[in-house]
């Protein structure tokens, strides 16, 4: 999952935009494969400082940072917040040997855990606008999570940035991650910005900007 975090000192606001995984970054011209031309494929063969770098191209932003983390931070994270209450649309049940992922999760309101809780985001099948529609559930659950938690005290601030620092990578320093955690606190209001996104005709999947 690719997120854009952004901070309008203005007007003291948070902005979130979801890029799609299936994101064409590079050009389709028959030098690159169908997967490599994907953010997908494209982070996963090259450094975060190059992905930053192409993303930055593309959007005509300046991309200042990175934190990259993996499914087990993900999941202490939300441990770690007491769960999150939830509304899943459907009953979600797929496995994948290759990724050791074994989804089952039962429609309805309920608490998610952090195993649960990955379920729900990593879920990719079922949805009619394929990974577009994944990409809002994830919005509804950021969204669930932002506001359930958004009187954290700061002793679990702490605990969480140690549980994230265990797996994370980042270029950011300690003091700059405190003061970017300082203004998501204080952010007068967080906003999830969609981005202008046109389907591919021949593969409705593949979105491109």
Known sequence: TF????????????????LPRDLGVLPDDGTYGVSERKLSGYSSGNPPEEVMKRLSEMLGIEI???????????????????????????KMVYEDPYQNLAINLEKGKQVLDGEKAEMLVRYRKGYPEGDLGRIELQKAFLGAMIEQKSDIKIGSMKEIYQLLSKGMETDLSLDKAKKMIS???????????????????????????
């Open 3 to 18: 997120l854009l975090l952004g901070y309008n000192d203005d007007r003291k606001e948070v902005n979130i935009s979801f």
């Open 64 to 90: 200042n940072n990175y934190i990259k983390l993996d499914t087990d931070n993900f999941r202490d994270i939300v441990d770690a917040l007491g769960g999150v209450e939830f509304n899943v649309p459907m």
């Open 183 to 209: 203004l998501f606190r204080t952010a007068k209001t967080i906003a999830f910005v969609d981005l202008p996104v046109q389907l591919e005709p021949d593969d409705p999947f593949a979105p491109l900007l």
